[in-house]
């Protein structure tokens, strides 16, 4: 498995909502919170997050080039 990792930091005083929408923007994005720390004083955060990339993604054309085949061809295959 190969990772992408990146971080974003936190000030408390803007409350959890400004974090849970933080997150859920970078996690449409495929990435996930792998943890997350205080920093100094604790009035700072920082989350850690990450991204697999070594995903291969599905041709949807080919796909349906392999359905329609199935379909169409051969009984014995």
Do not use: C, H
């Amino acid at each position: 498995m190969k990772w992408e990792n990146k971080f974003v930091t936190f000030n408390l005083a803007n409350g959890p909502k400004v974090i849970m929408e933080t997150l859920d923007t970078y996690g449409k994005d495929g990435w996930e919170l792998a943890t997350i720390v205080t920093v100094g004083d604790t009035e700072q955060m920082v989350a850690f997050l990450r991204r697999r990339y070594d995903l291969v993604a599905d041709d949807p054309e080919e796909g349906k080039k392999n359905k329609i085949s199935k379909l169409w061809g051969n009984s014995d295959e």
